[in-house]
Nanobody, 125 residues
Framework: QVQLAESGGGLVQPGGSLRLSCAVS????????IAWFRQAPGKEREAVSC????????YYKDSAKDRFTISRDNAKNTVYLQMNSLKPEDTAAYYC??????????????????WGQGTQVTVSS
């Protein structure tokens, strides 16, 4: 029963910042690849970022590359997504997902084994 729990979402003004957290149970974070996805109403779930367990290689959606930073703290079993310069189009439910093969860091949501419940990020006009 691996469980993921997102937190840190909220309502912010354009240009503001949030740091999302993804807490992973069972002390397994160090061997997982973790990805952040987001889904706005009426749209497909899309990848935002991913971090591999090996080498901590990171990957970003183009629109997030210069504004978002993904990082890992294995001691706290937590992955973070620092989001700066937020825009209204960033508004979505944000989910973290875990792939048990830590060498796989894909933007395809169907390959991930575990998902959190989501945390809402709303950026006002």
């Amino acid at each position: 029963q691996v469980q993921l729990a997102e937190s840190g979402g909220g309502l912010v003004q354009p240009g503001g910042s949030l740091r999302l957290s993804c807490a992973v149970s069972e002390s397994t974070l160090n061997v997982f690849a973790i990805a952040w996805f987001r889904q706005a109403p009426g749209k497909e779930r899309e990848a935002v970022s991913c971090i591999r367990s090996s080498n901590d290689n990171t990957y970003y959606k183009d629109s997030a590359k210069d504004r978002f930073t993904i990082s890992r703290d294995n001691a706290k079993n937590t992955v973070y997504l620092q989001m700066n310069s937020l825009k209204p189009e960033d508004t979505a439910a944000y989910y973290c997902a875990a792939e048990v093969d830590g060498s796989i860091c894909s933007f395809n949501p169907h390959i991930y084994d575990f998902w959190g419940q989501g945390t809402q990020v709303t950026v006002s006009s």
